[in-house]
């Protein structure tokens, strides 16, 4: 997971980029980066932490120039490290060329291994240079023919952004696993993760990119085209249960209704339940507890404190460190739990470990009976198309049954959504085709990587 913005034609660009990647700064907090073009240079500024660490007045200043393309990074085990921050720059037999990525490519490993036998010097163990390397060496006539003809060697998911002087490329994989919308702000064109970052920048949204598609702005036009032809749309249904913004749209859906109503799908399929209060943990799973509690009736309450201040210190791949965090980052509202039977609903049970320590937490404050309830079916498979999920070893569901998953949390109900409930609340008439693959374990053709080929490596 991370979050890409660009924007072209406009001489606030470093500025609205700043916008843009602080609205989308939910999609990752471990770096951040800039690049901007000034018609004849790229100019870069990255770092790592949150957006408004890593720049301040200077920095956006020094980034001078009419477009740019910005980078939000996620955390993950082994990887935090400054030469991964992005966008990349590579100054190749192909010029200057920028990249900003989002999502996971899962023949990386084994593309990279051909290059590097062939003389490619990489800059960073990041999968997303991979790309670069490959223009560098199969060119075509235009930048957006030698990226088309390359695109098509990868497998595994991809949002790009690429900037060249005069040049800012968007391009989305055949399936569409990860977002990109188009924007307009005035003459300005926008490419983001989410729509939520077009619209704080002041932008209109006016579609997604296809997938499959690549769009090419230069000199105020904009020109689409075709590098592949789109395959069934697997766009990640995570998007809505967990990583986009609430007031984002994704498939024709605002996310904040979708939770509601997956809340209230949720209800109808524990209808009868017993419990004084439902509540969610927070923030994603609020949404969730008061769809469930207008479609049940049970009384919707707050039952943690969440503190947003922890900063970035503690977001951690470590796993003692993630318990701690979720400790630090929650605590019970005792006179509100305090003898009661608490329905709890979380976006998703991953490891187990957060829902044991949350069960735990709330019984400590004296609650009689806590009943977890999952907005998502069991995860049981890992995703290798850039999102944090585990090995296979890991997730729990994958393990253990519902019982014995039940019993490892301490909880004294456990309920997940079903997940031909989850694709109907999140699809609408005409959009109903979603990856799935963490929740069914089967995957598009040829998309999860060979084994030993970096499987089980989650990515940005
Ligand atoms: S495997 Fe799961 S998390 Fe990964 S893209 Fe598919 S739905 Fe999203």
Redesign the pocket.
């Known amino acids: 997971m991370c979050g890409i913005f660009g924007i072209t034609g406009t001489r606030d660009a470093s500025r609205l980029a700043y916008v843009g990647l602080f609205t989308l700064q939910h999609r990752g907090q471990e770096s951040a980066g800039i690049v901007t073009d000034d018609g004849s240079r790229l100019l870069q500024h990255t770092g790592m932490g949150l957006v408004n660490e890593v720049f301040n007045n200077e920095a956006l200043q020094r980034l001078e120039g009419t477009s740019a393309i910005g980078h939000i990074r996620y955390s993950t085990a082994g990887s935090s490290h400054i030469t991964n921050a992005q966008p990349l720059v590579l100054n190749s037999s192909l010029g200057l060329v920028a990249v900003a990525h989002n999502g996971n490519l899962t023949n990386a490993d084994e593309v990279k291994a051909r290059l590097q036998k062939a003389g490619a010097i990489f800059q960073s163990s990041s999968d997303s240079e991979v790309i670069l390397h490959l223009a560098a060496r199969y060119r075509g006539r235009t930048l957006e023919e030698t990226l088309a003809k390359n695109l098509t060697k990868l497998t595994g998911?991809y949002s790009f952004l690429f900037m060249a002087p005069g040049k800012v490329i968007g391009a989305r994989d055949p399936y569409g696993?990860r977002p990109l919308v188009l924007g307009r702000l005035g003459r300005s064109y926008i490419l983001a993760s989410e729509t939520c970052a077009i619209e704080v920048a002041g932008g209109e949204v006016v579609r997604e990119i296809e997938p499959g598609e690549m769009v090419a702005i230069s000199g105020g036009k904009l020109k689409s085209l075709r590098f592949a032809k789109p395959k069934k749309f697997?766009r990640?249904?995570?998007e809505q249960v967990y990583f986009a913004r609430p007031d984002s749209v994704v498939a024709g859906r605002t996310v904040h209704k979708v939770r509601y109503e997956i809340g209230a799908m949720l209800a109808r399929e524990l209808r009868g339940i017993k419990a004084d209060i439902v509540s969610g943990v927070p923030d994603s799973g609020t949404v969730y507890a008061l769809g469930f509690s207008k479609e049940s009736g049970i009384p919707y309450q707050g039952v943690f404190m969440r503190n947003h201040y922890t900063g970035r210190s503690f977001i951690q791949p470590d796993q003692r460190l993630r318990e701690f965090t979720a400790h630090l980052k929650l605590s019970p509202i005792r006179d509100v739990i305090k003898g009661k039977t608490i329905l709890i609903i979380d976006d998703s049970i991953v490891r187990g470990t957060t829902s044991r320590k949350i069960v735990s937490n709330l019984k400590k404050a004296g609650a009689g009976k806590v009943i977890m309830a999952s907005a998502s079916p069991p995860i049981i498979?890992p995703?290798?198309?850039?999102?944090d999920?585990p090995t296979k070893r890991e997730l729990i569901a994958s393990r253990l049954s519902v019982e014995r998953v039940r019993r490892y949390i301490g909880a004294d109900g456990l309920h997940y959504l079903t997940l031909p409930s989850l694709i109907d609340v999140c699809g609408n008439r005409s959009d109903r085709d979603?990856?799935?693959?963490?929740?069914s374990g089967k995957y598009n053709a040829g998309e999860a990587p060979r084994a030993g080929a970096g499987a089980g490596r989650m990515g940005l």
Do not use: E, K, W
């Open positions: 998911a696993y697997t990640c249904i995570f498979s995703c290798y198309f850039g999102i999920i979603f990856c799935v693959s963490c929740f």
